[in-house]
Protein backbone atom coordinates (compact mmCIF):
# COMPACT_ATOMS: atom_id res chain seq x y z
CA UNK A 1 0.00 0.00 0.00
CA UNK A 2 1.34 3.43 -0.74
CA UNK A 3 1.57 6.16 1.66
CA UNK A 4 -1.87 8.01 1.77
CA UNK A 5 -4.57 8.27 4.62
CA UNK A 6 -4.69 4.97 6.92
CA UNK A 7 -8.26 6.18 7.85
CA UNK A 8 -11.08 6.73 4.56
CA UNK A 9 -14.98 7.53 5.16
CA UNK A 10 -16.60 5.04 2.60
CA UNK A 11 -19.17 7.93 1.09
CA UNK A 12 -16.28 9.86 0.37
CA UNK A 13 -15.20 6.64 -2.01
CA UNK A 14 -18.25 6.56 -3.88
CA UNK A 15 -17.30 7.84 -7.70
CA UNK A 16 -13.69 7.71 -7.59
CA UNK A 17 -11.73 6.65 -10.14
CA UNK A 18 -9.85 3.98 -10.13
CA UNK A 19 -6.63 3.45 -12.31
CA UNK A 20 -4.02 0.74 -12.85
CA UNK A 21 -0.16 1.36 -12.52
CA UNK A 22 0.37 3.04 -15.97
CA UNK A 23 -2.21 5.80 -14.71
CA UNK A 24 -5.00 4.55 -17.14
CA UNK A 25 -8.18 4.38 -15.45
CA UNK A 26 -10.10 1.48 -15.23
CA UNK A 27 -13.28 1.24 -13.45
CA UNK A 28 -15.13 3.95 -10.51
CA UNK A 29 -16.27 2.74 -7.06
CA UNK A 30 -19.74 1.99 -5.82
CA UNK A 31 -19.34 0.56 -2.59
CA UNK A 32 -17.41 -1.59 -0.14
CA UNK A 33 -17.82 -5.18 0.78
CA UNK A 34 -17.31 -6.25 4.47
CA UNK A 35 -17.84 -9.52 6.59
CA UNK A 36 -19.83 -8.31 9.99
CA UNK A 37 -18.64 -11.07 12.44
CA UNK A 38 -20.16 -9.90 15.62
CA UNK A 39 -22.12 -6.82 16.60
CA UNK A 40 -19.19 -5.01 18.43
CA UNK A 41 -16.04 -6.75 16.11
CA UNK A 42 -14.75 -4.43 13.81
CA UNK A 43 -15.77 -6.01 10.27
CA UNK A 44 -12.76 -7.06 7.97
CA UNK A 45 -13.00 -4.85 4.69
CA UNK A 46 -12.59 -7.93 2.10
CA UNK A 47 -12.56 -5.63 -1.03
CA UNK A 48 -14.29 -2.44 -3.11
CA UNK A 49 -17.42 -3.15 -5.93
CA UNK A 50 -16.29 -1.09 -8.71
CA UNK A 51 -17.87 -0.88 -12.21
CA UNK A 52 -16.10 -0.78 -15.19
CA UNK A 53 -16.73 -0.19 -19.07
CA UNK A 54 -20.13 -1.71 -20.06
CA UNK A 55 -21.54 -0.73 -16.56
CA UNK A 56 -20.19 -3.98 -15.21
CA UNK A 57 -19.62 -4.52 -11.68
CA UNK A 58 -16.87 -6.20 -10.06
CA UNK A 59 -15.04 -7.34 -6.61
CA UNK A 60 -11.50 -5.94 -6.99
CA UNK A 61 -9.95 -7.07 -3.54
CA UNK A 62 -8.06 -5.54 -1.13
CA UNK A 63 -4.70 -6.91 -2.02
CA UNK A 64 -5.34 -5.34 -5.22
CA UNK A 65 -5.73 -1.84 -4.37
CA UNK A 66 -2.12 -0.06 -4.09
CA UNK A 67 -2.99 3.24 -2.87
CA UNK A 68 -5.83 5.87 -1.24
CA UNK A 69 -4.98 8.87 -2.15
CA UNK A 70 -6.38 12.33 -3.38
CA UNK A 71 -9.82 11.38 -4.54
CA UNK A 72 -8.33 8.27 -6.67
CA UNK A 73 -7.71 4.80 -5.94
CA UNK A 74 -4.79 2.60 -7.10
CA UNK A 75 -4.86 -1.11 -8.01
CA UNK A 76 -1.96 -3.15 -9.29
CA UNK A 77 -3.66 -3.74 -12.74
CA UNK A 78 -4.64 -7.65 -11.86
CA UNK A 79 -8.82 -7.25 -11.86
CA UNK A 80 -10.88 -9.96 -12.26
CA UNK A 81 -13.72 -8.58 -14.65
CA UNK A 82 -16.18 -11.62 -13.89
CA UNK A 83 -19.15 -9.69 -12.65
CA UNK A 84 -19.14 -9.64 -8.78
CA UNK A 85 -22.01 -11.53 -6.90
CA UNK A 86 -22.66 -11.17 -3.23
CA UNK A 87 -22.39 -13.76 -1.00
CA UNK A 88 -24.63 -14.42 1.96
CA UNK A 89 -21.89 -13.54 4.33
CA UNK A 90 -20.76 -10.16 3.01
CA UNK A 91 -22.26 -6.92 3.69
CA UNK A 92 -22.11 -3.84 1.33
CA UNK A 93 -21.61 -0.77 3.12
CA UNK A 94 -23.50 2.01 1.19
CA UNK A 95 -26.24 -0.47 0.18
CA UNK A 96 -27.02 -2.16 3.66
CA UNK A 97 -25.32 -0.41 6.28
CA UNK A 98 -25.46 3.71 5.55
CA UNK A 99 -29.02 5.44 6.38
CA UNK A 100 -29.38 2.64 9.51
CA UNK A 101 -30.98 3.20 12.25
CA UNK A 102 -28.95 2.55 15.37
CA UNK A 103 -28.20 3.27 18.75
CA UNK A 104 -25.65 4.93 20.31
CA UNK A 105 -24.30 5.54 24.04
CA UNK A 106 -25.66 9.26 25.95
CA UNK A 107 -25.49 10.45 28.59
CA UNK A 108 -28.75 9.02 29.95
CA UNK A 109 -28.53 5.85 28.51
CA UNK A 110 -28.12 4.86 25.01
CA UNK A 111 -29.99 7.29 22.40
CA UNK A 112 -31.65 6.87 19.11
CA UNK A 113 -29.55 7.74 15.31
CA UNK A 114 -29.05 7.05 11.59
CA UNK A 115 -25.56 6.32 10.68
CA UNK A 116 -23.98 8.74 7.79
CA UNK A 117 -21.02 7.44 7.00
CA UNK A 118 -18.70 4.52 8.04
CA UNK A 119 -14.61 5.13 8.33
CA UNK A 120 -12.37 2.05 6.88
CA UNK A 121 -8.98 1.66 8.47
CA UNK A 122 -5.74 0.26 7.93
CA UNK A 123 -3.87 -1.52 10.75
CA UNK A 124 -0.93 -2.61 11.52
CA UNK A 125 -1.49 -6.11 9.68
CA UNK A 126 -2.21 -3.91 6.69
CA UNK A 127 -5.89 -5.27 6.74
CA UNK A 128 -8.06 -2.28 6.77
CA UNK A 129 -11.41 -2.93 8.97
CA UNK A 130 -14.37 -0.81 9.54
CA UNK A 131 -13.45 1.41 12.75
CA UNK A 132 -15.32 4.27 12.97
CA UNK A 133 -19.59 5.14 12.41
CA UNK A 134 -21.07 9.05 11.52
CA UNK A 135 -24.27 9.12 13.28
CA UNK A 136 -26.57 11.69 13.37
CA UNK A 137 -29.18 12.66 16.32
CA UNK A 138 -32.99 13.22 15.37
CA UNK A 139 -33.69 16.70 14.78
CA UNK A 140 -35.21 18.39 17.68
CA UNK A 141 -37.95 21.77 16.94
CA UNK A 142 -38.29 22.98 14.18
CA UNK A 143 -35.87 23.44 11.87
CA UNK A 144 -32.67 21.83 13.85
CA UNK A 145 -30.84 19.02 12.71
CA UNK A 146 -29.97 16.52 15.01
CA UNK A 147 -26.65 16.44 16.38
CA UNK A 148 -23.75 14.61 14.50
CA UNK A 149 -21.08 12.38 16.26
CA UNK A 150 -18.32 9.98 15.34
CA UNK A 151 -18.24 7.03 17.48
CA UNK A 152 -16.25 3.50 17.85
CA UNK A 153 -17.96 0.47 15.74
CA UNK A 154 -18.13 -1.55 19.18
CA UNK A 155 -20.25 1.42 20.58
CA UNK A 156 -23.00 1.19 18.08
CA UNK A 157 -25.97 -1.00 18.20
CA UNK A 158 -28.07 -2.06 15.37
CA UNK A 159 -25.47 -2.25 12.79
CA UNK A 160 -25.80 -6.03 12.06
CA UNK A 161 -29.67 -5.61 11.96
CA UNK A 162 -31.10 -7.09 8.36
CA UNK A 163 -34.98 -5.89 9.16
CA UNK A 164 -35.83 -3.52 6.45
CA UNK A 165 -37.61 -0.47 8.62
CA UNK A 166 -34.18 -0.24 10.20
CA UNK A 167 -32.45 1.12 7.49
CA UNK A 168 -33.65 4.50 5.18
CA UNK A 169 -32.37 6.33 2.31
CA UNK A 170 -30.55 9.88 3.06
CA UNK A 171 -27.13 8.82 2.33
CA UNK A 172 -27.25 6.65 -0.69
CA UNK A 173 -29.75 8.88 -2.44
CA UNK A 174 -26.48 11.58 -1.83
CA UNK A 175 -24.57 9.13 -3.83
CA UNK A 176 -27.43 8.53 -6.39
CA UNK A 177 -27.83 12.31 -7.14
CA UNK A 178 -24.05 12.62 -8.13
CA UNK A 179 -24.23 9.64 -10.43
CA UNK A 180 -25.26 9.55 -14.27
CA UNK A 181 -28.95 8.07 -14.99
CA UNK A 182 -27.38 4.77 -15.95
CA UNK A 183 -24.84 4.60 -13.40
CA UNK A 184 -27.71 5.18 -10.72
CA UNK A 185 -29.95 2.75 -12.42
CA UNK A 186 -26.96 -0.30 -12.04
CA UNK A 187 -26.76 0.64 -8.43
CA UNK A 188 -30.39 0.34 -7.47
CA UNK A 189 -30.98 -2.45 -9.45
CA UNK A 190 -28.47 -4.14 -7.47
CA UNK A 191 -30.10 -3.26 -3.74
CA UNK A 192 -32.04 -5.85 -2.20
CA UNK A 193 -35.79 -5.24 -2.82
CA UNK A 194 -36.44 -3.64 0.39
CA UNK A 195 -33.37 -1.31 0.43
CA UNK A 196 -34.57 -0.73 -3.32
CA UNK A 197 -37.98 0.30 -2.04
CA UNK A 198 -36.98 2.59 0.11
CA UNK A 199 -34.58 4.60 -2.25
CA UNK A 200 -37.80 4.81 -4.88
CA UNK A 201 -40.14 6.57 -2.27
CA UNK A 202 -37.13 8.94 -1.51
CA UNK A 203 -36.19 9.82 -4.91
CA UNK A 204 -38.32 12.70 -6.37
CA UNK A 205 -40.18 12.41 -9.57
CA UNK A 206 -37.63 13.79 -12.01
CA UNK A 207 -35.09 12.19 -11.03
CA UNK A 208 -36.84 8.71 -10.79
CA UNK A 209 -37.97 8.81 -14.43
CA UNK A 210 -34.22 9.85 -15.60
CA UNK A 211 -33.46 6.56 -13.53
CA UNK A 212 -36.43 4.33 -14.80
CA UNK A 213 -35.72 4.77 -18.42
CA UNK A 214 -32.14 3.31 -18.06
CA UNK A 215 -33.60 0.52 -16.11
CA UNK A 216 -34.18 -3.51 -17.50
CA UNK A 217 -38.29 -3.57 -18.55
CA UNK A 218 -39.02 -5.85 -15.86
CA UNK A 219 -37.82 -3.53 -12.98
CA UNK A 220 -39.47 -0.47 -14.46
CA UNK A 221 -42.83 -2.45 -14.26
CA UNK A 222 -42.09 -3.62 -10.93
CA UNK A 223 -41.02 -0.08 -10.00
CA UNK A 224 -43.84 1.55 -11.34
CA UNK A 225 -46.22 -1.27 -10.00
CA UNK A 226 -45.28 -0.80 -6.17
CA UNK A 227 -46.14 3.07 -6.88
CA UNK A 228 -49.52 4.25 -6.22
CA UNK A 229 -51.27 5.28 -9.01
CA UNK A 230 -50.92 8.89 -8.51
CA UNK A 231 -47.20 9.05 -8.14
CA UNK A 232 -46.56 6.85 -10.77
CA UNK A 233 -48.19 9.08 -13.16
CA UNK A 234 -46.20 11.55 -12.13
CA UNK A 235 -43.47 9.76 -12.96
CA UNK A 236 -44.41 8.73 -16.51
CA UNK A 237 -45.13 12.43 -16.88
CA UNK A 238 -41.55 13.10 -16.08
CA UNK A 239 -40.37 10.70 -18.78
CA UNK A 240 -39.91 11.39 -22.47
CA UNK A 241 -42.67 10.30 -23.96
CA UNK A 242 -41.50 7.48 -26.14
CA UNK A 243 -39.97 5.79 -23.03
CA UNK A 244 -43.19 6.36 -21.10
CA UNK A 245 -45.27 4.95 -24.09
CA UNK A 246 -43.03 2.17 -24.17
CA UNK A 247 -43.20 1.09 -20.23
CA UNK A 248 -47.09 1.55 -20.20
CA UNK A 249 -47.70 -1.06 -22.96
CA UNK A 250 -45.75 -3.19 -20.96
CA UNK A 251 -48.26 -3.24 -17.87
CA UNK A 252 -51.73 -4.35 -17.70
CA UNK A 253 -54.52 -2.98 -20.06
CA UNK A 254 -56.70 -2.09 -17.06
CA UNK A 255 -53.26 -0.59 -15.36
CA UNK A 256 -52.12 1.61 -18.30
CA UNK A 257 -55.49 2.72 -18.92
CA UNK A 258 -55.92 3.96 -15.35
CA UNK A 259 -52.37 6.12 -15.41
CA UNK A 260 -53.15 7.58 -18.44
CA UNK A 261 -56.60 8.41 -17.41
CA UNK A 262 -54.42 10.71 -14.09
CA UNK A 263 -51.83 11.96 -16.15
CA UNK A 264 -52.11 15.39 -17.01
CA UNK A 265 -53.87 15.96 -21.26
CA UNK A 266 -51.39 16.66 -23.17
CA UNK A 267 -48.85 14.17 -21.82
CA UNK A 268 -51.44 11.18 -21.83
CA UNK A 269 -52.27 12.09 -25.54
CA UNK A 270 -48.42 12.33 -26.83
CA UNK A 271 -48.19 8.82 -24.89
CA UNK A 272 -51.51 7.35 -26.30
CA UNK A 273 -50.56 8.67 -30.40
CA UNK A 274 -47.18 6.97 -29.99
CA UNK A 275 -49.10 3.59 -28.65
CA UNK A 276 -51.16 3.86 -31.76
CA UNK A 277 -48.45 3.06 -34.32
CA UNK A 278 -47.12 -0.12 -35.08
CA UNK A 279 -44.17 -1.70 -32.86
CA UNK A 280 -40.77 -1.21 -34.32
CA UNK A 281 -42.05 1.39 -36.69
CA UNK A 282 -40.78 5.40 -36.88
CA UNK A 283 -44.59 6.24 -35.44
CA UNK A 284 -43.80 3.62 -32.33
CA UNK A 285 -40.23 4.71 -31.78
CA UNK A 286 -39.75 8.69 -32.81
CA UNK A 287 -39.90 11.66 -29.88
CA UNK A 288 -43.20 13.96 -30.41
CA UNK A 289 -40.86 16.58 -28.47
CA UNK A 290 -38.02 17.82 -30.96
CA UNK A 291 -36.87 21.39 -31.57
CA UNK A 292 -39.29 23.16 -33.37
CA UNK A 293 -38.73 26.44 -34.52
CA UNK A 294 -41.60 28.99 -36.64
CA UNK A 295 -40.22 30.24 -39.91
CA UNK A 296 -39.09 33.24 -38.12
CA UNK A 297 -36.55 32.08 -35.87
CA UNK A 298 -33.17 33.07 -36.11
CA UNK A 299 -30.12 31.64 -35.43
CA UNK A 300 -29.51 33.21 -31.98
CA UNK A 301 -33.06 31.35 -31.26
CA UNK A 302 -31.78 27.84 -32.74
CA UNK A 303 -28.93 28.20 -30.73
CA UNK A 304 -30.86 28.86 -27.31
CA UNK A 305 -32.90 26.11 -27.45
CA UNK A 306 -30.51 23.44 -28.08
CA UNK A 307 -28.37 24.84 -25.25
CA UNK A 308 -31.03 22.83 -22.74
CA UNK A 309 -29.35 20.46 -21.07
CA UNK A 310 -32.12 18.12 -21.03
CA UNK A 311 -31.68 17.38 -25.05
CA UNK A 312 -30.05 14.18 -25.73
CA UNK A 313 -27.22 15.11 -27.90
CA UNK A 314 -29.15 13.70 -31.03
CA UNK A 315 -32.15 15.92 -30.59
CA UNK A 316 -29.99 18.63 -30.80
CA UNK A 317 -27.91 18.09 -33.94
CA UNK A 318 -31.19 19.24 -35.62
CA UNK A 319 -33.73 22.11 -35.67
CA UNK A 320 -37.09 21.92 -37.42
CA UNK A 321 -38.78 24.53 -38.79
CA UNK A 322 -42.18 24.32 -39.46
CA UNK A 323 -45.66 26.46 -39.78
CA UNK A 324 -48.25 27.04 -37.18
CA UNK A 325 -49.14 25.43 -35.03
CA UNK A 326 -45.19 24.50 -33.60
CA UNK A 327 -46.75 21.65 -31.05
CA UNK A 328 -46.43 17.64 -32.77
CA UNK A 329 -48.60 17.61 -34.98
CA UNK A 330 -46.97 20.50 -36.17
CA UNK A 331 -47.91 22.54 -39.50
CA UNK A 332 -46.14 21.61 -42.62
CA UNK A 333 -42.67 20.50 -42.02
CA UNK A 334 -40.59 23.41 -43.85
CA UNK A 335 -37.33 21.54 -43.70
CA UNK A 336 -34.78 21.31 -40.89
CA UNK A 337 -30.83 22.71 -40.16
CA UNK A 338 -27.91 20.85 -39.33
CA UNK A 339 -26.41 22.62 -35.80
CA UNK A 340 -23.29 22.31 -36.94
CA UNK A 341 -24.11 24.13 -40.00
CA UNK A 342 -26.03 27.21 -37.78
CA UNK A 343 -22.97 27.46 -35.96
CA UNK A 344 -22.03 28.71 -39.07
CA UNK A 345 -24.00 31.57 -39.59
CA UNK A 346 -24.67 34.89 -38.18
CA UNK A 347 -26.80 34.69 -35.26
CA UNK A 348 -29.47 37.38 -36.69
CA UNK A 349 -29.55 35.33 -39.52
CA UNK A 350 -32.79 33.08 -40.34
CA UNK A 351 -32.86 29.45 -39.46
CA UNK A 352 -34.93 29.03 -42.51
CA UNK A 353 -32.02 30.09 -44.86
CA UNK A 354 -29.64 27.33 -43.78
CA UNK A 355 -32.09 24.44 -44.63
CA UNK A 356 -30.94 21.14 -45.48
CA UNK A 357 -33.61 20.84 -48.67
CA UNK A 358 -32.21 17.89 -49.71
CA UNK A 359 -33.03 15.75 -46.39
CA UNK A 360 -36.09 13.41 -46.72
CA UNK A 361 -38.47 12.62 -44.17
CA UNK A 362 -39.67 9.27 -42.91
CA UNK A 363 -43.71 8.25 -42.69
CA UNK A 364 -44.89 6.85 -39.43
CA UNK A 365 -45.35 3.64 -40.98
CA UNK A 366 -41.20 3.14 -42.16
CA UNK A 367 -40.02 -0.30 -40.59
CA UNK A 368 -37.05 0.03 -38.12
CA UNK A 369 -35.02 -1.70 -41.22
CA UNK A 370 -35.84 1.43 -43.25
CA UNK A 371 -35.13 3.72 -40.33
CA UNK A 372 -31.87 2.08 -40.17
CA UNK A 373 -31.14 2.59 -43.79
CA UNK A 374 -31.91 5.58 -43.96
CA UNK A 375 -29.85 7.38 -41.09
CA UNK A 376 -27.12 5.50 -42.34
CA UNK A 377 -27.31 6.10 -46.06
CA UNK A 378 -27.26 9.98 -45.14
CA UNK A 379 -24.94 9.56 -42.20
CA UNK A 380 -27.86 10.86 -39.91
CA UNK A 381 -28.31 11.24 -36.15
CA UNK A 382 -31.57 12.53 -36.51
CA UNK A 383 -34.38 12.59 -38.90
CA UNK A 384 -38.29 14.28 -39.37
CA UNK A 385 -41.31 11.87 -38.97
CA UNK A 386 -44.18 13.49 -40.88
CA UNK A 387 -47.37 11.98 -42.21
CA UNK A 388 -48.57 12.01 -45.19
CA UNK A 389 -49.96 16.10 -45.39
CA UNK A 390 -46.22 17.13 -44.59
CA UNK A 391 -47.12 17.70 -40.67
CA UNK A 392 -44.27 16.37 -38.37
CA UNK A 393 -44.95 14.46 -35.74
CA UNK A 394 -41.60 13.70 -34.09
CA UNK A 395 -38.09 13.14 -34.79
CA UNK A 396 -36.71 9.29 -34.69
CA UNK A 397 -32.63 9.19 -33.23
CA UNK A 398 -30.41 7.16 -32.66
CA UNK A 399 -30.87 6.74 -29.50
CA UNK A 400 -35.07 4.79 -30.46
CA UNK A 401 -33.07 2.92 -33.17
CA UNK A 402 -30.31 1.51 -30.96
CA UNK A 403 -33.29 1.08 -28.20
CA UNK A 404 -35.65 -1.22 -30.68
CA UNK A 405 -32.94 -2.93 -32.60
CA UNK A 406 -30.86 -4.22 -29.34
CA UNK A 407 -32.46 -7.44 -28.15
CA UNK A 408 -35.02 -7.38 -25.98
CA UNK A 409 -33.78 -7.32 -22.13
CA UNK A 410 -30.28 -6.10 -23.12
CA UNK A 411 -30.51 -3.32 -20.06
CA UNK A 412 -30.52 -6.58 -17.39
CA UNK A 413 -27.84 -8.47 -19.54
CA UNK A 414 -25.59 -5.27 -19.71
CA UNK A 415 -26.12 -5.53 -15.76
CA UNK A 416 -25.36 -8.88 -15.62
CA UNK A 417 -22.88 -11.11 -16.86
CA UNK A 418 -23.80 -15.34 -17.65
CA UNK A 419 -25.84 -16.83 -15.18
CA UNK A 420 -23.41 -18.79 -13.61
CA UNK A 421 -20.84 -16.34 -13.83
CA UNK A 422 -18.85 -15.69 -10.63
CA UNK A 423 -15.85 -13.81 -9.03
CA UNK A 424 -12.61 -15.50 -8.29
Given amino acids: MSNGPTRVYVARLVG ?27 PRVLGLVAEVFGRRRIFVPMTRVTGIDSGQVYTTGLLNVRRFEQR ?35 GRTRDWVLSRVAVQEPGRGLRRRGQTHVVE ?33 TMLHELPPERRAAVVAALDDERLADVLEELPEDDQVEILERLDSERAADVLEEMSPDDAADLIADLPPETAEILLDLMEPEEAED ?84 LDDALEALPPEASIDEVAAHLATYNLVAAPVVDEDGHLLGAVTVDDLLDHMLPSGWRDRALRDDAGSRRG
Fill in 271 to 354: VRRLMSYVEDTAGAMMTPEPVILGPDATVADALAHVRNPDLTPSLAALVYVCRQPLETPTGRLIGVAHIQRLLREPPSSLVAGA
Fill in 153 to 185: WRDVEGLTRTDPDSQGATALLHALQEMRPADAA
Fill in 88 to 122: STETLVVGQVLDRQVTIPGPQGRIAATVQDVAMEQ
Fill in 16 to 42: LPVFDPRGDQVAKVRDVVVTVRAERSQ
